[in-house]
Structure formats: C-alpha cells, structure tokens
C-alpha cells in the first residue's frame, strides 16, 4: 500500500485532456511540495513537475500540476501517443522522514 | 550534463549481501542529496533511502531501516547502497536520483538486484 493514492488507470484519446490525482495527507502533500514524474518501462523516470506546479526545463506546457490542500493533480492537454507511460506523484513525508511515491498510474492513450 | 551510472546489481541469495554504487558526474556532488528508488517487477517507484547535501543525514524506509546503509564518497564522487540480509521481496532494479527541493531531477539507468535462490 502506497503512502499516497492514485487511480491504477486513465485512459484518454488523442488530443484530448486528461487529469491524474495524487491523495495524501497532512504529513506529506499538505505540507510539503509534490511532484511529478514520468516513467517508461527500461528507461530513468523522468521529472515533469516540481514544486506543485512548475516545469523543469524541456518539458512542455501541455504538462500542469496543481495541488490543495492534501491533494494534488497533473494534468496533460493535447495528449499524444507518446505520452502513454506510467505517471507518479510524490513528495517528503514529515512523519516518516522519509520520501513518498504514489502507486502509479497508467496511462494509455486510445 | 549530469550522469549517474549504477553498477553492482545482480543476483544473491536471500540472506546475502551486496553493495551498489552510482558513480556521478556534471555537476557538484558534495553540494546535493542523493536517494535510492526502487521498483520491484510489475510494481511501482518506491523509495528506498537518502543522505542529505551536507552527508550529515540520512533517511531510510520501514522496509529496508536496519539492513541497508546509505553512504557516499566524495572525492570520489560516489554513492553506495550497502545491503545485508537481503530478502525476494528486495528484488528490482534500483536507482540512484539526485535531489533538488525534494524532487529528483536526474535519474540513473538502473541496476538489477535478483534475490533468489
């Protein structure tokens, strides 16, 4: 059981929109920065968002984060075939002083 | 460009041990955290551990405090991952990040730990 909550599965058709959400608590997302991550199977995770809501740079204003209060979403416009990965949230954990990931979720664009 | 290359993966039996390393380079090493993550076959990212900018931290997880310990090398620009009684559940390619404001920013490939017998 992860520390924090994503749905397993979202799905998506090409140039549309989709959200991911990441649920957590007062330990972990309520008070501490989240981001987010990208990972295709045999490579390095790649990161997306950082601080809540910012973009390192490279990676496209389609990619958004937002968060309140101990909950936080990404969210991909103009979806392509080549976003299909799996996508985590995560953040620092107070209580546990240690580093938290969701579950992942997949995404598959149709 | 910053790289971090992990070797040292491969297969033990349970009750072993083994030591990772993730040799970095492209950026100042003494002045960044460095964490582990992991992920077990058809699971998720899971993080394992993480020693501070300053070396004077570190931070593990429920299920690998007591048996793993994180340290790093400086002059070397090394970090390791020192793994005793190693478990199956152990099993999955682990990954050494670099950290800014607690997100990880550059990743490793990955090395793969096998614990079977």
């Known amino acids: 059981q992860s520390v924090l909550t994503q749905p397993p599965s979202v799905s998506a058709a090409p140039g549309q929109k989709v959200t991911i959400s990441c649920s957590g608590s007062?330990?972990?997302?309520?008070?501490?920065?989240v981001s987010w991550y990208q990972h295709l199977p045999g490579t390095a995770p790649k990161l997306l968002i950082y601080e809540n809501n910012k973009r390192p740079s490279g990676i496209p204003d389609r990619f958004s984060g937002s968060k309140s209060g101990t909950s936080a979403t990404l969210g991909i416009t103009g979806l392509q075939t080549g976003d299909e990965a799996d996508y985590y949230c995560?953040?620092?954990?107070?209580?546990?002083?240690?580093?938290?990931f969701g579950g992942g979720t997949k995404l598959t664009v149709l | 460009e910053v790289q971090l290359l992990e070797s040292g993966g491969g297969l033990v039996q349970p009750g072993g041990s083994l030591r990772l390393s993730c040799a970095a380079s492209?950026?100042?090493?003494?002045?960044?955290?460095l964490s582990w993550v992991r992920q077990a076959p058809g699971k998720g990212l899971e993080w394992v551990s993480g020693?501070?900018?300053?070396?004077?931290?570190?931070y593990y997880s429920d299920s690998v405090r007591g048996r793993f310990t994180i340290s790093s090398d400086n002059s070397k620009n090394t970090l390791y991952l020192q793994m005793n009684s190693l478990r199956a559940e152990d099993t999955a390619v682990y990954y050494c990040?670099?950290?800014?404001?607690?997100?990880?920013?550059?990743w490793g490939q990955g090395t793969l730990v096998t614990v079977s017998s």
């Open positions: 990040a670099k950290e800014g404001g607690y997100s990880y920013w550059d």
């Open positions: 995560g953040t620092w954990d107070s209580s546990l002083s240690a580093g938290v």
């Open positions: 007062s330990s972990n997302i309520g008070n501490n920065f």
């Open positions: 492209g950026f100042t090493f003494s002045r960044y955290s």
């Open positions: 020693i501070s900018g300053r070396r004077d931290n570190t």
